[in-house]
């Protein structure tokens, strides 16, 4: 159930203008790792969820799916969800052979209107950072099951500088986006007042020793 309003039709107008310049040049691809920061390769990754084989996996603005590919070839069942209708078509173009369902919906709807609960919920530089966390993270804790996980990553402030309020296209443009920000102390007070248990909260440095993001390790109580 797509839900408008003016901040998320800003964000869904970015990210599509942004998949849109990609998709030509998407084709079917090779996962690779399951990316939590902007530079590949770098900071932590798909350790911090476990061991995903059988596990149910919902990723809230899933993007080109990389990173669902990712756990899928570990043995997740997953599911992505992306407002931006471009944005699911180039994961379909990239992971279509490996079978996972790319949804076109807002996270919000999606989470109301499918009750079936789920093991893990992923944000990285998704939902969480671009919606109202405290009208989010109640949706996603009602949506885990016991003993769930959610892992979430966002920007940080000062690696965004001037960049907070736009993302650079593809072809050098500017588009307006709308982020949540936050320092990890307001991170972890947020997701704990939401009825998680927040057991790691990590300042993940860039390459060059600056601060990049902020990843989030949230747990449901069994």
Not at 122 to 151: E, M, N, Q, T
Request: a negative charge; hydrophobic letters at 40%.
């Amino acid at each position: 159930m797509i839900l408008v309003d003016r901040e998320t039709e800003i964000n869904r107008a970015a990210w599509e203008a942004q998949a849109r310049l990609a998709l030509p040049h998407d084709e079917p691809q090779r996962p690779g790792r399951f990316e939590l920061t902007q530079y590949p390769g770098h900071g932590p990754g798909a350790e911090l969820l476990g061991d995903v084989c059988g596990r149910d996996v919902l990723e809230l603005g899933c993007g080109n799916g990389d990173n669902l590919a990712a756990l899928a070839v570990l043995g997740a069942r997953c599911t992505g969800v992306d407002l931006a209708v471009a944005q699911v078509n180039r994961a379909k173009a990239r992971w279509g052979w490996l079978g996972i369902p790319f949804v076109h919906d807002d996270a919000r709807g999606y989470l109301r209107y499918h009750a079936d609960q789920v093991d893990v919920v992923v944000s990285i530089f998704g939902v969480v950072g671009l919606c109202d966390p405290a009208a989010v993270l109640p949706l996603v804790r009602h949506k885990l099951r016991p003993g769930g996980v959610l892992l979430f990553s966002v920007p940080e402030e000062s690696w965004l500088a001037g960049r907070r309020d736009h993302i650079r296209l593809g072809d050098g443009t500017c588009a307006p986006v709308r982020r949540q920000t936050g320092s990890p102390g307001q991170w972890t007070d947020m997701v704990v007042s939401c009825g998680f248990d927040a057991t790691l909260v990590i300042p993940v440095p860039a390459p060059d020793g600056t601060r990049c993001c902020t990843v989030v390790r949230a747990e449901v109580a069994q």
